[in-house]
């Protein structure tokens, strides 16, 4: 399984970026989620979508950042509003598959860079 993400770059503050990633999968996939990391900092959480479309977001990012996704093609996707320069970081999307009696396994995006200036 193979997670492609795209749409990261350079934008002011107060702008807005489209984060993409898609899954090279035929199973069905449960969880995809946006992670992000920092120069310096631990890689932490910024959203969650179930397959059923339920989601969770850190708390930094709630009002600003939607995540959603495409069942039917396998990609999530991160609008991101109101950018500041704190949301700078490397930003890498996951996706939880299911293998029945092998448990759930979670994948890695290459990871996507967005910088906002301060």
């Known amino acids: 399984v193979q997670l492609q993400a795209s749409g990261g770059g350079l934008v002011q503050p107060g702008g807005s970026l489209r984060l993409s990633c898609a899954a090279s999968s035929v199973f069905s996939i449960n969880e995809m989620g946006w992670y992000r990391q920092a120069p310096g900092k631990q890689r932490d959480l910024v959203a969650s979508i179930v397959r059923g479309g339920s989601t969770n977001y850190a708390d930094s990012v709630k009002g600003r950042f939607t995540i959603s996704r495409d069942n039917a093609k396998n990609t999530v996707y991160l609008q991101m509003n109101s950018l500041k320069p704190e949301d700078t970081a490397v930003y890498y999307c996951?996706?939880?598959?299911?293998?029945?009696?092998?448990?759930?396994?979670?994948?890695w995006g290459q990871g996507t860079q967005v910088t906002v200036p301060a």
């Open positions: 996951t996706a939880d598959i299911d293998w029945g009696s092998k448990g759930i396994r979670r994948y």
